[in-house]
């Protein structure tokens, strides 16, 4: 038996981290996870790929009771008839992918944080994060919680506004929301990440992900993805979707990241987190045509902004139409916010 070549007391670390998030060590195989549960192997599996982790060998100890409770709980809705098969599927997925990238998220972070604040190479770090996480786990556990409920009235309450302006409910073949859409790249990103250090690297991404998000968020937007340099964002209004990308450019400026970017209003489908539809192809087209600091917005879009009662706060200035491969002639509008009297100072 070949001897693991992982230092003994980081395995020991971790296996008692693992030990405490799952409730004690694997005691279950698959056929016998299976069996706990009361499905057939192969439901089991689906369920399991459905989290995002690959297959578990038969015979191989993997499961616990944490594991065989949190199943239950998925299968009862479906027996109770509270959702159907493929829908709590869906919702698995969409658990599992959410808290593959929280985690990660979570935990690069920390690890930043004591790389920074005690200098230390990323493997120490990853070290310090492995003792440091039985006392902040539990905290991060509680506020999932927390932001979960958060959000979800916050969703509620938008729900509760689309249904009160909707004038044309038996309407089924548009797409059910009316949203502004933004798009807001780096300008120059693959030449500018080509010359820096991964740390470096790292540092710029967390000012322009942290400044996008802060910037939306204040506004009462939203960030649907981020793309590696690039930022979707949707509003549930025009004028704030303009506010957003005006002031992502401002924001961006003052950290020496130059942006360009466009919003644009229209009809989606949101699905899986995401939004789908014409309109978010055209924000996109339109912010691959945008200048270095500009916003561009569609001629239609742009003439809705101007008939509201915020237009005064911007400009409009009208360019060349383009064609564009998919979507035919559009008509560009660049957006610009008039400078406050306190931005003017």
Request: hydrophobic share 45%.
């Amino acid at each position: 038996m070949t001897e693991s070549t992982e230092p003994r007391a980081e395995r020991s670390t971790i296996r008692d981290q693992e030990e405490r998030l799952l409730g004690g060590p694997p005691t279950l195989d698959v056929e016998e996870m299976a069996a706990a549960v009361g499905i057939p192997t192969q439901v089991l599996r689906v369920y399991w790929r459905s989290l995002g982790f690959a297959d578990v060998p038969e015979g191989v100890k993997h499961f616990t009771q944490v594991d065989v409770d949190g199943l239950k709980a998925i299968v009862n809705l479906v027996l109770t008839d509270a959702v159907n098969l493929d829908t709590a599927q869906d919702l698995v997925r969409a658990q599992g992918h959410s808290m593959d990238r929280l985690v990660l998220w979570q935990v690069e972070s920390l690890v930043a944080d004591a790389r920074h604040r005690y200098h230390l190479d990323d493997t120490s770090a990853r070290l310090v994060v492995l003792d440091r996480l039985a006392v902040i786990g539990p905290v991060l556990r509680d506020q999932l919680g927390y932001v979960w409920r958060r959000q979800l009235a916050a969703l509620l309450a938008r729900m509760d506004k689309d249904v009160a302006l909707s004038k044309d409910t038996a309407t089924t073949d548009r797409l059910p929301l009316e949203r502004a859409i933004g798009f807001i790249d780096i300008i120059s990103y693959t030449s500018r990440a080509a010359r820096l250090a991964p740390t470096e690297l790292s540092s710029l991404m967390q000012v322009f992900e942290s400044g996008a998000r802060d910037v939306i968020a204040a506004h009462g937007a939203r960030v649907v993805k981020t793309i590696g340099d690039a930022v979707l964002f949707v509003a549930d209004d025009l004028e704030t979707g303009a506010m957003v990308a005006t002031g992502l450019l401002d924001v961006m400026d003052a950290r020496g990241l130059p942006i360009r970017g466009s919003v644009v209003w229209g009809r989606v489908l949101s699905r899986s987190g995401d939004v789908f539809g014409p309109v978010v192809n055209l924000a996109s087209r339109l912010s691959d045509l945008a200048g270095p600091a500009s916003i561009l917005m569609d001629d239609v879009s742009a003439a809705l902004l101007e008939g509201m009662d915020g237009a005064s706060m911007f400009s409009f200035e009208e360019l060349q139409p383009v064609d564009v491969h998919g979507l035919g002639e559009v008509r560009p509008v660049r957006l610009a916010r008039h400078a406050t009297s306190e931005e003017a100072q």
